[in-house]
């Protein structure tokens, strides 16, 4: 968490669904390594968590991913020694696997994972204990507004990717977009105001691209910057051989992310990218719309901006698919039974 940004994705999204789930029937530690790294050293934050875990005798171990602050050794250890139950949430299978995914995996004693092909890859390297799961959303950070639609067409994220150069074309060719997120004139927005912004949205866009920029992937082939000090290193032959493998996927995936069912959970109309395993989740043209390429997008831009009781039927109807399935509730009691953890 950073505090002139306030709480991030896992903070307002994985801790709290965890905490009040099940009518508050679980305790949890929150353990947050982005707080930590800021007043102590990578070797004192391993050393705490361990602590921790020696005392506090958990049954399960939730990690997510964080960069190299805490150590394969302390995860080793944690596994085989604490007697917690060991999980990581794997959600960037789509390109990260060979980078690091396949190392950190045999690690724990389950692999969660949001990529479709991930799990067959997982078999390959001996890690059977496997789950596909999915982002979701939570109630209680994200929830429909009654609030009047003054915005046609609106887009929050970073303008990584292809993404500014399509916004612009849009804007040239004269739809109004508004957008939000670190890069963007308007600035980072915060969560409450982002539900706001959706809520008074006709039209909320979302692209699926992960975020590479090909310089900036060209760079990470050879060097990588560590999390806990910042510094840039040269990296491995190793890593640099996995770089090259993974740098296809990592110029070309499309991936679902948390914001494909936040929009829906807040009732407004969602148009987006295809994603991969997308279609497993909404019905394509009645609770979402899809668009391929900058024509496509225009014209469905247009083309609901004009058929307002079509939008809100789709709206509506991914608003209800959504609050039906797609909570992190559901996403977490069916990853716990599967593991055993509950009945």
């Known amino acids: 968490m950073n505090p002139e940004r306030g709480g991030g994705f896992e903070h307002y999204n994985f801790y709290h669904t965890l905490k009040t789930m099940n009518r508050g029937g679980n305790e949890v530690i929150y353990f947050a390594v982005d707080e930590l790294i800021r007043k102590e050293s990578k070797e004192e934050i ?5 602590s921790i875990a020696y005392a506090e005798k958990p049954d399960f171990l939730w990690f997510s991913p964080g960069g190299d602050i805490i150590s394969k050794e302390t995860v080793k250890e944690l596994t085989e020694k604490s007697g917690a139950t060991t999980m990581i949430w794997m959600s960037d299978d789509h390109w990260a696997f060979e980078k690091s995914s396949k190392y950190w995996a045999p690690l724990f004693h389950w692999v969660s994972t949001t990529d479709s092909k991930a799990p067959e890859k997982y078999k390959r390297i001996g890690c059977n204990n496997v789950i596909k799961t999915q982002w979701a959303y939570n109630p209680s950070a994200c929830k429909k507004i009654d609030l009047p639609k003054i915005y046609d067409v609106t887009f929050i994220g970073q303008p990584h990717s292809h993404r500014r150069v399509l916004i612009d074309k849009l804007i040239k060719n004269g739809i109004n977009v508004q957008c939000w997120g670190f890069g963007w004139k308007n600035g980072r927005i915060s969560q409450e105001d982002m539900i ?5 949205s006709k039209i909320c866009l979302n692209f699926s691209k992960s ?12 060097l990588r910057r560590r999390m806990y000090d910042r510094k840039i290193m040269i ?15 990592t110029m070309r995936t499309n991936q ?16 987006t990218e295809y994603a991969d395993n997308l279609d497993s989740y909404y019905k394509i043209g009645e609770e979402i719309v899809c668009f391929s390429g900058i024509k496509d997008l225009e014209e469905k831009i247009k083309y609901y901006l004009n058929h307002e009781e079509e ?11 959504t609050l039906k399935e797609h909570t992190y509730e559901k996403r977490f009691n069916q990853m716990f039974k599967v593991m055993g953890l509950i009945k």
């Not at 391993?46 to 361990?50: E, H, S």
């Not at 706001?196 to 008074?200: A, E, L």
């Open 235 to 249: 990296n491995s032959p190793r890593r640099i051989v996995d770089n090259f493998k993974a740098f296809p996927s």
């Open 46 to 50: 391993n050393k705490k968590l361990l």
């Open 311 to 321: 939008r809100e039927r789709i709206a509506r109807a991914g608003y209800e698919r």
């Open 196 to 200: 706001n912004k959706i809520c008074q």
């Open 256 to 271: 679902i992310k948390g914001r494909n069912f936040e929009v829906p959970a807040c009732g407004s109309f969602f148009l």
């Open 211 to 222: 975020s590479g920029i090909l310089w900036k992937e060209l760079a990470n082939l050879f």
